[in-house]
């Protein structure tokens, strides 16, 4: 167990514990509290987004962002195929459909030919999109310029999911703060973690206040409890909030380790033209928060994706094939779906990602690059 080497495991900076001891002198550990008002304050000036509210996952600050766009039972959401399940759940909480995207080579992201001929095939079908979900995979930038064009043309407001982008810019600019929403997460396995907790940005206060208000069981002001809406229980605790404040002071060098870790596999790995990697788009700056390969099996001489993953499995590595693209998976199979090229299938049956924790040392990825070397 001790000696597995791990897809992406949490990896503390050092300062997470002075702030929950804070918590615990002040006996803040609940409701709410300083820790929570400041994380919230470092994720504002490290992203730029204006406001965000703290939340229990980034399922949550999802399904905040589609309620506070008015997305009901019926409603249409477009948003790609090539994703984690996290993205598609809270669209049917809501009782809406899911309308999937193929992904585009370029990015891997939502394809914006296809999402142009989505949106004005359900427009003549009688039923325009609520809402636009761009994800940005694996810490890689969507094609922001053509959807925000697109989004506005139509006047389709935007959710960017970058739960697996903090850290990640297009044009010099964040991601998840190029939407009316933008939602994070700090789940265990992401870039940086609370343990388990996400957030949601926006530009607009108001919005923002609303979220709070929805995420804390909708109580209206009143001295009894008294609510007049649905009311969630989506808000993070101050105690998560403290590792979070930890984890903000490092984010920086975190975004830098994986990138350098992306760098090393691209290296190790120049002498086997049968593996390539994960795109990044002209102008954009990914996170790298996996690695991620795509083995060419005309030249591999036999070795697929499996036979690696396998191979790493044996010596306690994990690696993981890509995200199986949605519009395949037995619970959304019967929701519309738009591609012509099956580039999320294609990438899930060829992909895998490699270990690309920020705390993997030297000889880790040393290991791990000599067992694929041996497989070629
Ligand atoms: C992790 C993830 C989410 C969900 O975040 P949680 O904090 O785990 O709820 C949503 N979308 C994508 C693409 C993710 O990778």
Same mark, same amino acid.
């Given at each position: 167990?001790?000696?597995?080497?791990?897809?992406?495991?949490?990896?503390?900076?050092?300062?997470?514990?002075?702030?929950?001891?804070?918590?615990?002198?002040?006996?803040?550990?609940?409701?709410?509290?300083?820790?929570?008002?400041?994380?919230?304050?470092?994720?504002?000036?490290?992203?730029?987004?204006?406001?965000?509210?703290?939340?229990?996952?980034?399922?949550?600050? +999802?399904?905040?962002?589609?309620?506070?766009?008015?997305?009901?039972?019926?409603?249409?959401?477009?948003?790609?195929?090539?994703?984690?399940?996290?993205?598609?759940?809270?669209?049917?909480?809501?009782?809406?459909?899911?309308?999937?995207?193929?992904?585009?080579?370029?990015?891997?992201?939502?394809?914006?030919?296809?999402?142009?001929?989505?949106?004005?095939?359900?427009?003549?079908?009688?039923?325009?999109?609520?809402?636009?979900?761009?994800?940005?995979?694996?810490?890689?930038?969507?094609?922001?310029?053509?959807?925000?064009?697109?989004?506005?043309?139509?006047?389709?407001?935007?959710?960017?999911?970058?739960?697996?982008?903090?850290?990640?810019?297009?044009?010099?600019?964040?991601?998840?703060?190029?939407?009316?929403?933008?939602?994070?997460?700090?789940?265990?396995?992401?870039?940086?973690?609370?343990?388990?907790?996400?957030?949601?940005?926006?530009?607009?206060?108001?919005?923002?206040?609303?979220?709070?208000?929805?995420?804390?069981?909708?109580?209206?002001?009143?001295?009894?409890?008294?609510?007049?809406?649905?009311?969630?229980?989506?808000?993070?605790?101050?105690?998560?909030?403290?590792?979070?404040?930890?984890?903000?002071?490092?984010?920086?060098?975190?975004?830098?380790?994986?990138?350098?870790?992306?760098?090393?596999?691209?290296?190790?790995?120049?002498?086997?033209?049968? +593996?390539?990697?994960?795109?990044?788009?002209?102008?954009?700056?990914?996170?790298?928060?996996?690695?991620? +390969?795509?083995?060419?099996?005309?030249?591999?001489?036999?070795?697929?994706?499996?036979? +690696?993953?396998?191979?790493?499995?044996?010596?306690?590595?994990?690696?993981?094939?890509?995200?199986?693209?949605?519009?395949?998976?037995?619970?959304?199979?019967?929701?519309?779906?738009?591609?012509?090229?099956?580039?999320?299938?294609?990438?899930?049956?060829?992909?895998?990602?490699?270990?690309?924790?920020?705390?993997?040392?030297?000889?880790?990825?040393?290991?791990?690059?000599?067992?694929?070397?041996?497989?070629?």
């Amino acid at each position: 167990m001790n000696n597995k080497i791990y897809l992406s495991s949490p990896h503390m900076g050092g300062g997470e514990l002075k702030y929950i001891h804070q918590a615990f002198e002040e006996n803040w550990i609940a409701p709410l509290g300083p820790n929570v008002d400041n994380f919230e304050k470092d994720i504002c000036q490290y992203t730029g987004a204006s406001h965000a509210a703290a939340l229990s996952s980034g399922t949550a600050a +999802i399904h905040l962002a589609l309620i506070l766009l008015g997305v009901q039972a019926g409603d249409e959401v477009i948003c790609p195929t090539f994703t984690f399940s996290a993205t598609v759940n809270p669209i049917v909480y809501q009782g809406a459909v899911p309308v999937f995207i193929d992904s585009g080579y370029s990015t891997w992201n939502i394809c914006v030919k296809e999402t142009q001929r989505a949106i004005e095939d359900r427009i003549r079908k009688g039923k325009k999109p609520k809402a636009l979900m761009i994800v940005h995979l694996y810490g890689q930038s969507a094609k922001m310029d053509e959807l925000m064009e697109l989004a506005t043309h139509y006047d389709i407001p935007v959710i960017e999911d970058a739960a697996e982008a903090l850290g990640a810019q297009y044009k010099g600019k964040m991601l998840g703060t190029f939407g009316k929403f933008g939602i994070l997460s700090f789940n265990g396995n992401k870039i940086i973690t609370t343990s388990g907790g996400g957030a949601l940005l926006s530009h607009e206060e108001d919005l923002i206040k609303k979220a709070r208000f929805l995420a804390t069981q909708a109580r209206d002001n009143a001295p009894h409890y008294q609510h007049s809406q649905i009311g969630y229980n989506y808000r993070l605790s101050n105690i998560a909030a403290g590792i979070g404040r930890g984890q903000m002071e490092v984010i920086a060098e975190r975004v830098k380790q994986r990138r350098a870790h992306f760098e090393f596999y691209k290296t190790a790995f120049a002498g086997i033209p049968a +593996i390539s990697f994960s795109p990044e788009l002209e102008n954009t700056l990914g996170n790298r928060w996996l690695t991620c +390969i795509v083995v060419d099996e005309k030249q591999s001489g036999g070795v697929t994706r499996e036979t +690696i993953r396998l191979a790493l499995e044996k010596q306690n590595i994990e690696a993981r094939p890509l995200w199986k693209p949605m519009h395949l998976q037995p619970i959304f199979a019967n929701y519309p779906y738009y591609g012509s090229r099956q580039v999320a299938e294609d990438l899930f049956t060829r992909g895998l990602c490699l270990p690309s924790g920020s705390n993997l040392s030297t000889e880790d990825l040393a290991k791990i690059a000599t067992s694929i070397k041996h497989l070629f």
